[in-house]
């Protein structure tokens, strides 16, 4: 249960009143008791429990509260899973850490630390890194992690898809560090804070979308939640003395620990943000300078401490890193953190792919990241011109824009690189919103806010949903393997004659890039590539980029089936099976305009049931609603299916789009 604490007061006595009456003193005391209740709400100086989901209520709260809390909460993970569920599949940014997940959860590291000669031949063909090494090494450190956390699962259910519980794996730690960092917000701003935070987070769509997706900024994410997390810390027990504010490393108190700091606090926060941006993202660097130059400038830091914590923090990163990507990487010593910064940022490398204005993350990235609009159009001006929240505006938002404003020098920008700062600035917007909401019955205009609120929060549920159904356009890669394996036993029954014991297939760059993992891949691997197993069949599969080779006509002499984007570029006698249409812009379309067509028809054939439906429902409804105009969602062709025909071969009846 949270305990109210009182303000303090001068004095028992109140100036001119006559005590003399024992009814009078006691009506005073009565009042003097609800008005200092209604200004501990209202200040929000209440203690919160450890539980994750539920915040202690205080009581003046309704009954169900408690439930209320935990409806709202389970909105992060829920949310998440959805995402995962009908967007399952991964790009080019995600590729190396979901190969390695898979390699290590299926191969093992026994053939990496105790190298033999029959074990090199395995590396070479197991291991993905080894054959595609890409510019710069990555570490292993999150692959590892998530491979241990997944084993488990994969073991117990042994026909579960790999992919979906590895990721399902990672999205879920992000959601309990998410929620763990709700709970501080709880302890600091209040329950109502705390919940508008929730509604804010879990209606957005990048957060939601790539929290379960193995870019390195996501394995950094959750860490660097927690980690902001620590940053609240309650000074002062009085409530005319109350400053909520950013103190670098300073924990909020538990219920049974009062208003003194933990003095722990600054070398938890330092340690772990230092040795998580030593192996992840070396860009955490600036953030967590940043932090402690604002912590500096308040004294609640020194720089020998701050000196202290970094040195072990970046002690105990590359305690982590150096073994272990040392041993992945077979190069000793190796800091691959460290070769990326050098790459990205010394030999400025990173605008190979591509550069962006000084202004793009304030212009472009912010405010997709916020995606609600009244959060930056509304709630951040309101936290800022309101002198009661002011002083906790300045101290959540001004640490993250000076990240932001410092590597806005850097040329090449992805929203990616800021999206730690998220947090932060949905705390603010949260407690702007929770200062309108507490207000609501007090004036019409306060009414008008609220009710503002709660329609954009519906409405970018709304919004994230639809960008959802497009994105799940995006890999037609995944999409056309997926319809591969669904190809080859159609085949082998209109040719039974035909004696297939292995299926040799190539595919492109672009299906590489959108979708196509080693855990879409076929048999399972429990034998090396082309070796019969337990399976009928076994699959080779190739994504040579060679173009020298790709030019040769003996090259494709090899292959039974490709999955290319270009068929122009395949050589030899090629029938197009399948077509695999992909996401291609959106267009408006008049009530007279017959030529579209709707994005239920053309989505890939996984998608049966309620999706499918649920998308015809949206299209045939929207434009009754809106006398016949809609937004149609363009598709174009993107990767083609193509079956070898022998000289003697007949032609095949089996085509069609995808």
Not at 27 to 46: C, F, G, M, P, W
Not at 306 to 326: E, H, K, Q, R
Not at 329 to 335: A, E, S
Not at 345 to 372: C, D, E, K, M, V
Request: charged share 15%; glycine share 6%.
């Amino acid at each position: 249960m949270a305990s109210i604490v009182r303000p303090s007061s001068p004095g028992n006595a109140v100036k001119g009143v006559d005590y003399s009456s024992s009814s009078s003193f006691c009506r005073e005391r009565e009042r003097e008791r609800k008005n200092s209740l209604l200004i501990n709400v209202l200040t929000l100086d209440i203690r919160f429990t450890n539980f994750p989901f539920t915040l202690a209520a205080s009581s003046l709260d309704p009954p169900n509260a408690g439930s209320m809390d935990a409806a709202i909460a389970a909105l992060i993970p829920v949310t998440i899973l959805i995402h995962l569920i009908y967007a399952p599949y991964t790009k080019v940014e995600e590729s190396f850490n979901i190969q390695a997940t898979h390699d290590i959860l299926n191969y093992g590291v026994r053939d990496l630390i105790f190298p033999t000669e029959t074990g090199e031949l395995r590396l070479e063909e197991h291991y993905d890194h080894l054959t595609f090494t890409g510019p710069v090494p990555r570490t292993f450190v999150g692959a590892l992690a998530l491979a241990g956390a997944s084993s488990p699962l994969t073991k117990i259910l042994e026909d579960v898809n790999q992919q979906l519980v590895v990721r399902a794996v990672l999205g879920l730690w992000n959601a309990a560090c998410l929620l763990y960092y709700r709970n501080r917000v709880g302890r600091a701003f209040g329950r109502g804070t705390a919940n508008w935070f929730v509604l804010f987070q879990a209606s957005g769509f990048h957060g939601m979308y790539y929290a379960s997706r193995t870019l390195p900024n996501f394995f950094a994410f959750g860490l660097g939640t927690v980690i902001t997390g620590f940053c609240f810390q309650l000074l002062g027990r009085n409530s005319d003395k109350i400053s909520v504010t950013i103190a670098l490393g300073q924990l909020l108190p538990d219920t049974q620990a009062g208003s003194v700091p933990r003095r722990s606090g600054p070398r938890n926060f330092i340690i772990i943000l230092t040795s998580t941006g030593v192996v992840f993202r070396s860009e955490l660097a600036l953030l967590l300078m940043q932090h402690s130059l604002f912590c500096l400038v308040n004294r609640r830091l020194t720089v020998r401490s701050a000196v202290t914590f970094g040195c072990v923090g970046a002690a105990i990163g590359l305690a982590l890193t150096v073994p272990v990507d040392s041993v992945f990487w077979r190069r000793f010593p190796l800091w691959p953190e460290l070769s990326a910064f050098s790459y990205n940022i010394l030999q400025s490398q990173s605008s190979n792919w591509g550069t962006s204005p000084w202004h793009f993350y304030f212009s472009s990235a912010l405010p997709r990241l916020l995606f609600n609009p009244l959060i930056y159009i509304l709630c951040l001006f309101i936290v800022f011109a309101e002198p009661a929240t002011r002083r906790q505006a300045i101290n959540l938002v001004f640490p993250s824009i000076a990240y932001v404003t410092l590597y806005s020098a850097q040329p090449h920008k992805e929203w990616r690189f800021i999206i730690y700062i998220i947090p932060s600035l949905l705390t603010a917007a949260a407690v702007s919103a929770h200062w309108i909401w507490i207000r609501r019955s007090k004036a019409l205009v306060y009414r008008i806010l609220s009710l503002a609120l709660l329609a954009s929060v519906i409405g970018s549920f709304a919004a994230s949903g639809a960008i959802l159904a497009i994105s799940r356009l995006n890999y037609p890669g995944a999409h056309a393997l997926n319809r591969l394996h669904e190809l080859i036993p159609l085949h082998q029954a209109q040719h039974p004659d035909e004696k297939l014991d292995t299926v040799h297939v190539h595919m492109d760059t672009l299906s590489c890039m959108t979708g196509v993992t080693r855990f879409l891949q076929h048999p399972s691997p429990d034998s090396l590539p082309g070796v019969r197993n337990n399976k009928t069949l076994a699959w080779v599969y190739d994504k040579t980029e060679d173009e020298s080779k790709l030019l040769d006509p003996l090259f494709w002499q090899q292959f039974d089936w490709v999955l290319a984007e270009r068929v122009e570029r395949v050589i030899g006698r090629w029938e197009v099976v399948e077509t695999v249409y992909a996401y291609a812009g959106v267009r408006v379309i008049s009530p007279n305009d017959t030529s579209h067509t709707t994005i239920n028809q053309k989505e890939p054939r996984e998608a049966e049931g309620a999706w499918r439906k649920l998308l015809g429902f949206a299209d045939l409804w929207g434009r009754k609603l809106s006398g016949g105009w809609w937004v149609d969602v363009k598709l174009e062709p993107s990767i083609r299916v193509l079956k070898r025909q022998r000289d003697d071969a007949p032609v095949m009846v089996m085509g069609g789009d995808w």
